[in-house]
């Protein structure tokens, strides 16, 4: 039996994976289960439970360990596989004195704010030792989480590569007469940065005939605020959080992900299997995704920079409007078909498999 935690059903990242995984699973006849802090009712598929709690809420560690001693009555081979910060946190916290699981963590990012404080690291220690594999999805999250937590852990420690969705595909091969509508799918959070597309647009405003920016976060007034402040509200978008991510890329031109840091180019993939040409941002998780040397690819080094942004636009959007052919959005294309949740589910799989072996 495997049961996987994490705070909620909505939103793309780590819930999305989470989503698709479960689904291959019940497909391959395993005995799987997804339980949620929180999130939409609608979006529920079978052995899906939403615990309709807020993620911080410290009520979820008795929702947790009910669920654990319920489970583990059953069965000598259940897995439980947290993400993120909360579950991650709760589920050691509720599983004290309850034996016959197996404990996996799967680390998402390259850097948390957890890591500011350095005491910290000897609390994390104690909470990572529960966890029989720490599953990271990028060689950059290893290395990083590596280092936080010392020696002891590398023979823990394993890198399962993400997959991704792969939408339709649409050949972007004509030449583009009119002006490009640009895209970018995230948090509204600090640590996607999208402050910085959103002062490079501003510098190229003529140039462009939108910037659409799918995702809700705690940084949505601020950024409100700077376009509003420059100006820009007729050209720059945030409609908040879409499940039909597929049609927003279908729609777009070039796809921007200014993030600071990431565990993983999981948006990057999905825009990729449409066709879409892509600048990012030259951090770790997002190098193993994205091959500079692919013509449909752009890296940015100094990531903060509006000006480089703009820069980095500006010349894709020469490119594209002089080429008359589907040759960009079929290298697009095929780097995204590196990837694949199938390929994804096997390595989680034969980690599974591994540890019920082990016991």
């Given at each position: 039996m495997i049961i996987n935690i994490i705070s909620d059903n909505s939103g793309g990242g780590a819930e999305l994976l989470v989503r698709e995984l479960h689904k291959i699973y019940l497909k391959r006849g395993i005995d799987s289960h997804v339980f949620y802090f929180s999130g939409d009712d609608t979006l529920l598929y079978k052995n899906e439970t939403i615990f309709d709690l807020k993620k911080r809420d410290p009520r979820n560690i008795l929702k947790i360990r009910k669920l654990l001693k319920k489970h583990s009555s059953?069965?000598?081979?259940?897995?439980v596989h947290s993400h993120l910060t909360w579950p991650f946190i709760y589920t050691v916290l509720a599983s004290i004195r309850i034996k016959n699981i197996s404990f996996i963590f799967t680390?998402?990012?390259?850097?948390?704010?957890?890591?500011?404080l350095k005491l910290n690291k000897h609390i994390e220690r104690l909470f990572y030792k529960k966890f029989s594999k720490i599953i990271c999805i990028s060689e950059g999250v290893r290395n990083s989480l590596s280092e936080w937590l010392g020696r002891?852990?590398?023979e823990k420690i394993i890198v399962i590569k993400n997959g991704s969705r792969l939408f339709k595909y649409k050949s972007r091969s004509k030449a583009l007469l009119a002006k490009p509508r640009l895209i970018s799918i995230g948090s509204l959070s600090s640590r996607k940065n999208f402050s910085t597309t959103i002062q490079a647009?501003?510098?190229?405003?003529?140039?462009?005939?939108?910037?659409?920016?799918?995702g809700e976060g705690s940084e949505r007034q601020n950024l409100e605020t700077l376009i509003n402040d420059l100006g820009i509200q007729d050209k720059v978008h945030l409609p908040g959080w879409s499940d039909d991510i597929e049609t927003s890329l279908h729609d777009a031109d070039i796809q921007l992900i200014p993030s600071l840091w990431e565990g993983f180019g999981l948006v990057a993939v999905e825009g990729m299997s449409t066709g879409l040409p892509i600048?990012?941002?030259?951090?770790?998780?997002?190098?193993?995704v994205l091959d500079p040397s692919n013509p449909a690819i752009?890296?940015?080094?100094?990531?903060?920079?509006?000006?480089?942004?703009?820069?980095?636009?500006?010349?894709?959007?020469?490119?594209?409007?002089?080429?008359?052919?589907?040759?960009?959005?079929?290298a697009s294309r095929h780097?995204?078909?590196?990837?694949?949740?199938?390929t994804m589910a096997d390595g989680y799989l034969s980690i599974y498999n591994e540890i019920k072996n082990i016991k």
């Open positions: 059953k069965t000598n081979n259940l897995i680390e998402h990012n390259t850097y948390n704010r957890r890591r500011k002891s852990f590398f647009i501003n510098k190229i405003i003529d140039e462009i005939d939108s910037y659409t920016i799918i600048i990012a941002s030259n951090v770790a998780g997002l190098r193993e752009q890296l940015i080094d100094e990531i903060e920079s509006p000006n480089d942004w703009a820069a980095a636009i500006s010349t894709l959007i020469n490119t594209l409007q002089h080429r008359n052919d589907a040759s960009i959005s079929e780097q995204a078909e590196k990837f694949s949740l199938e």
